[in-house]
């Protein structure tokens, strides 16, 4: 491989604002896999934000990119899975699997896609320092208009209908928008983009924590639960930005509600792999925890806490909650899902058609 701009590159990054900031471009924030394709010919490299190649668990986007893409080109994108009309997250998780045979057989079952929306390098041109303005002219030309499995990410400089979009197309499964200086040249690693993502609040149970990593007495994450119809209590993420301080107060705060029998914990099956199949739990070992020590400190379900979320994926929080306030005016058993919003269905297909 011999381009203008060779991996590895960090991709550019941005910063959250709390307004859609009027710079001259906004576009969805898509929800997948953050990937810089590297095309030379038949060869090409799938880069990530922690710089392992994505390439080996996506060859049938691979082969597509083969064939969709410019000779030679590096684009900055999101790798992506559609399926009934949204993005569906946890789909795209499971692509990322250690034996080979899986690998193909997701790449047949789900088909993943990319979301073009930057080029770093055209030919042998180096473009990073050109204004994106000018970028996402080129980046237009150059895919040459809808294609099977490249799609160019939509756009609009009109206030507006991004305030729609940032509304409308969380029912397709996006967490909110991004937008772009027009005469912003490419910056790895930096954050000169602005991203606007919803915020909502959930009164959840706090059903136990994580020791921090480098101190036994310092809390690490706060588990989250929030109850079904029927009563059971499920893992539906974690609340983990505390000041250390803090993380030692917590530990202290939280003791005299750990439970001493993991039996009689709503999660005291979370080691067995199979209990995971009716209740969401907090994660047993597997390919995603890459070793690391999952078991945790069983509190008491007694107590309440207020937590800041942006969306769900299915029946979890898609991100880390942000900790708010304890709620002791709240019954743990009032804390379900019911409470949470829905976005209204959006179909994802009309969302690629703009950008086409």
């Given at each position: ?198 915020e909502r609040t959930a009164d959840c149970v706090a059903a136990g924590y994580r020791p921090h990593k480098a101190d036994a007495n310092a809390l690490g994450s706060l588990l989250l639960g929030l109850y079904d119809d029927a009563g059971t209590l499920h893992h539906v993420g974690v609340a983990a930005s505390f000041p250390m301080a803090k993380r030692r107060e917590l530990v202290t705060e939280l003791a005299p509600l750990v439970e001493e029998d993991l039996g009689a914990h709503p999660w005291g ?88």
């Amino acid at each position: 491989m011999d381009l203008p701009v060779m991996p590895p590159v960090e991709p550019m990054l941005a910063k959250p604002v709390k307004q859609i900031p009027d710079v001259g471009h906004v576009e969805p924030k898509w929800d997948g896999f953050r990937t810089i394709v590297f095309k030379d010919g038949d060869e090409v490299v799938l880069g990530s934000r922690n710089d392992k190649p994505l390439t080996r668990y996506f060859p049938e986007l691979v082969e597509r990119l083969r064939a969709e893409l410019p000779a030679r080109c590096v684009v900055d994108g999101e790798i992506v899975l559609i399926r009934d009309d949204r993005l569906d997250f946890e789909a795209l998780q499971q692509r990322i699997h250690p034996a080979e045979s899986r690998v193909n057989l997701l790449a047949e079952q789900t088909p993943a896609s990319l979301i073009a929306f930057d080029l770093l390098a055209l030919g042998d041109e180096d473009l990073m320092a050109r204004p994106f303005g000018d970028r996402r002219d080129l980046l237009r030309q150059a895919l040459g208009g809808p294609t099977g499995s490249v799609h160019l990410t939509p756009s609009t400089a009109d206030l507006a209908e991004a305030e729609r979009w940032f509304t409308e197309y969380e029912g397709a499964g996006f967490d909110g928008v991004i937008a772009k200086p027009l005469d912003a040249r490419y910056e790895p690693g930096k954050r000169t983009m602005f991203k606007v993502k919803h915020e909502r609040t959930a009164d959840c149970v706090a059903a136990g924590y994580r020791p921090h990593k480098a101190d036994a007495n310092a809390l690490g994450s706060l588990l989250l639960g929030l109850y079904d119809d029927a009563g059971t209590l499920h893992h539906v993420g974690v609340a983990a930005s505390f000041p250390m301080a803090k993380r030692r107060e917590l530990v202290t705060e939280l003791a005299p509600l750990v439970e001493e029998d993991l039996g009689a914990h709503p999660w005291g099956k979370w080691a067995d792999q199979s209990a995971h199949q009716g209740q969401r739990l907090p994660g047993a070992v597997s390919r995603w925890s890459g070793g690391k020590d999952l078991s945790f400190v069983p509190l008491r379900p007694e107590r309440v806490v207020e937590v800041a979320y942006d969306h769900m994926e299915g029946d979890r929080f898609r991100h880390t909650a942000q900790f708010r306030r304890w709620r002791p005016d709240r019954d743990p058993a009032s804390c379900t899902y019911a409470q949470l919003e829905t976005a209204a269905a959006f179909d994802i297909r009309h969302i690629l058609d703009l950008g086409n």
